[in-house]
């Protein structure tokens, strides 16, 4: 459907549905003012007409096994999940010991525990680079702990070089988002575990691997076997992405049975977890065509968008995660609060000045991004 029948279907569609009753003032704002009539529906939200792209949610949804398995289980709410399925499974999944992976309320947790764990009884510091993900740079703050922001280098790649001499005696953590949130950019192999190499044994090498799904190379390595390699290597996971429960919160984290320990120590152990969040996650583990789909269905939707936003004069970054990268100037404050009066949530790529991030949606709600995009751009 191109986007002008798809305008065409839904502005009369909603129009015959939204104007019977209605004063004719209120009808007449309506008809003319076509966004607050639009019928976009993305999955999972309640809000028919919102286009939600700000927080890199998966378009599709879930995967039907997962929903399956959560109705299967629904009347075992009251049971406690005392038991190691997805432990087991994820062990099974990625071919590596049991004893090596701890599950988390999202990936954020484990990145929570990791602060926690690494400064409850000393000072130190925290390497990261900027921009990136900020959890665990905020959390070693509100720790009271020092955070050394290594920016990024001319092309948007992480400046490996400078992080490892920001490293001191002092540092606890240095942290590794690959591909990289919010420029989207992946570190070559050969790079990454160079860098592993040379990461002090007493530091922690976090590498968040949040959107490794949408890396472009199927062929390209995942830290997880640094992890099995390096006692000081904690890779994070996600089911929040790629598998679609952003909402049902299970991350996990792969790393040395010592360190998976020593995190261990500060989390609620088996009370994390809930029925119904350990039951999609297993579904979804189960379900490798959906991720399959949904990586396809962000790659056609980045590729569409990259064209638009190229025919309108804008410089995307090429990712190889769930959003695109653009810079639209010092206008940029503007540019989001006009787009959030159209019912579009796109966010600042954190504190890339004039950056905007936009996470992929499903076809129609891409098309509605740009369309209101363009308008407010005036192009
Ligand atoms: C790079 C990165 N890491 C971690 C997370 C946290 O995800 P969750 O707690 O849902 O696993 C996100 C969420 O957007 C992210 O972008």
Redesign the pocket.
Known sequence: MNRRSFFRRTLAGSAGLTLAGTPWWEAAAQLVNTPVLRDIRGVGLDDPELVELS??ENPLGSSRRAIEAVASRMFGMNRYPFHNQIEQALATHHDIPEETILTGV????I?SLLVTASYFDRAGNTVTASPS?P?VPRKTEALGREVRRVPLTNDFSLDLDAMLDAIDSETRIVFV?NPN?PTGQLLAADELRRFAERVPSDVVLCV?E??IHFVDDPDYPSAIALAQERENVLV?R???KAYGL?GI?V?YGIASPELVQQLARFGFGQLNKNTLSIAAALGALEDPEHVTRSVEVVREGKQYLYDQLEALGYEPLRTQTIFVTVDVGDTLETFLSLLRERKVKVRQAFEMDGYMRVSVGLPPENEVFVDEFRKVAGR
């Open positions: 927080i890199n999202g990936s954020s947790e990145l993900y959890d988002c949130n968040d949040a959107y994070t996600t089911f929040s952003g919160r991350g």
